[in-house]
């Protein structure tokens, strides 16, 4: 089974408000809001980690849900991320962008 990896795309600029993550497309100027759950998922993209592990180690112990149905809507909703051009999904690990 292929893992999925995620990560913010660098055009974008994020804020916490609250429990949400307000974030903006900075190629375009649009913005997003994303709710609790989504924020945790965003938070943790960091291109490194697997998404089944994010879903596993902060959704399943944060809101007490079933595993796999929480990695289906989570893949979901990184589908709908990346077609925004706000999130970059791959089948392997991107490590941190060099300067």
């Given at each position: 089974m292929s893992e999925t990896y995620i990560k913010r795309?660098?055009?974008?600029?994020?804020?916490?408000?609250?429990?949400?993550?307000?974030i903006m497309s900075v190629k375009d100027s649009r913005v997003f809001t994303?709710?609790?759950?989504?924020s945790l998922?965003?938070?943790?993209?960091?291109?490194v980690t697997a998404l089944r592990e994010i879903v596993?180690?902060?959704?399943?112990?944060?809101f007490e849900i079933d595993t796999e149905a929480a990695y289906r809507d989570a893949l979901e909703l990184v589908g709908q991320l990346a077609q925004e051009g706000i999130l970059v999904v791959t089948d392997h690990p991107m490590p941190a962008e060099q300067s």
């Open positions: 795309h660098r055009d974008t600029a994020a804020r916490m408000l609250g429990d949400e993550t307000i994303l709710n609790p759950t989504a998922i965003w938070e943790a993209a960091d291109g596993a180690r902060d959704l399943v112990a944060e």
